[in-house]
C-alpha cells in the first residue's frame, strides 16, 4: 500500500489560510469517506483534527476544517497561528471485505512565516 | 483523561525479538479497537496492525505481516506488539493509539508518547 501523497511543505503568513492536499486513489481516500488528519509538534505524538473527511472532534479548533472530492482530501487551516507550525498527516482507511488497513500521508511541514 | 503509556523498547540485535506494551487508562479499554503506528525518526508514520475490542480480529501492514503480533489484555488494560525477527529497517519510535468507537475502521484519536526501537548489531 502507497503512502498518500502530500505536499512537502506548505506556508503562510499569520491570518492567512492555507490548505494541504492528500491523495490518494480510488482503492483508500476515493472509496471511503474515511480520511482523519493529525497534527504533530517536533518530538511530540501526533493529535487528532478531523475525522470523516470534516467532522472536528470536541476540543479541536474551528480554523481546521476538512473536505474530500474524489481522490483527493484538502485540510484548511483558516488564522494561521504561530502554534499551528507543526507537520500534518492525513490518514485513510483502505480495507476489504477481508481484511483492515490504514495508510498515511507522506506528511507535510507547515511553516508559520 | 485517556492515557497511553507504551515501554518496553530499547536496542535489540538483527534477527531477536521484542515486546512493547501498551497501558491505558482514563477510557473502558475493553470497548475500543487499538492500533499500533510506528514513525522513523524525522519521517513519516506508519500504521503497523489493529486489534478489534475483543481481540478477535486482528490486521497487519504488510511490512510486518508473519513478523509482528498484536495482541491484548482487556483484564489489565494493556494492549501488546510482539515483534519477531527485527531487522535494521523496523528502527521506529512506536505509538500504540486508540480508535475513537468499536469498529475496526474507527479513526485514531488518542496517542501515546512512543517508545524507541533501535536494531542494530
Known amino acids: 500500500q502507497s503512502a498518500l501523497t502530500q505536499p512537502a511543505s506548505v506556508s503562510g503568513s499569520p491570518g492567512q489560510s492555507i490548505t494541504i492536499s492528500c491523495t490518494g486513489t480510488?482503492?483508500?481516500?476515493?472509496?471511503?469517506?474515511?480520511v482523519s488528519w493529525y497534527q504533530q509538534h517536533p518530538g511530540k505524538a501526533p493529535k487528532f483534527l478531523i475525522y470523516?473527511?470534516?467532522k472536528r472532534p470536541s476540543g479541536v479548533s474551528n480554523r481546521f476544517s476538512g473536505s474530500r472530492s474524489g481522490n483527493t482530501a484538502s485540510l484548511t487551516i483558516s488564522g494561521l497561528q504561530a502554534e499551528d507550525e507543526a507537520d500534518y498527516y492525513c490518514?485513510?482507511?483502505?480495507?476489504?471485505?477481508?481484511?483492515?488497513?490504514?495508510?498515511f500521508g507522506t506528511g507535510t511541514k507547515v511553516t508559520v512565516l | 483523561q485517556v492515557q497511553l503509556v507504551e515501554s518496553g523498547g530499547g536496542v535489540v540485535q538483527p534477527g531477536r525479538s521484542l515486546r512493547l506494551s501498551c497501558a491505558a487508562s482514563?477510557?473502558?479499554?475493553?470497548?475500543?479497537?487499538m492500533h499500533w503506528v510506528r514513525q522513523a525518526p524525522g519521517k513519516g508514520l506508519e500504521w503497523v496492525a489493529v486489534?478489534?475490542?475483543?481481540?478477535?480480529?486482528?490486521y497487519y501492514a504488510d511490512s510486518v505481516k508473519g513478523r509482528f503480533t498484536i495482541s491484548r489484555d482487556n483484564s489489565k488494560n494493556t494492549l501488546f506488539l510482539q515483534m519477531n525477527s527485527l531487522r535494521a529497517d523496523d528502527t521506529t519510535i512506536y505509538y500504540c493509539?486508540?480508535?475513537?468507537?468499536?469498529?475496526?475502521?474507527?479513526?485514531?484519536?488518542?496517542w501515546g508518547q512512543g517508545t524507541l526501537v533501535t536494531v542494530s548489531s
Open positions: 470523516e473527511g470534516s
Open positions: 490518514c485513510s482507511y483502505t480495507g476489504t471485505s477481508t481484511s483492515y488497513n490504514y495508510v
Open positions: 482514563g477510557f473502558t479499554f475493553s470497548n475500543y479497537v
Open positions: 486489534i478489534s475490542y475483543d481481540g478477535s480480529n486482528k
Open positions: 493509539a486508540k480508535g475513537r468507537a468499536i469498529q475496526l475502521w474507527s479513526p485514531l484519536d488518542y
Open positions: 480510488s482503492s483508500d481516500v476515493g472509496s471511503y469517506n474515511l
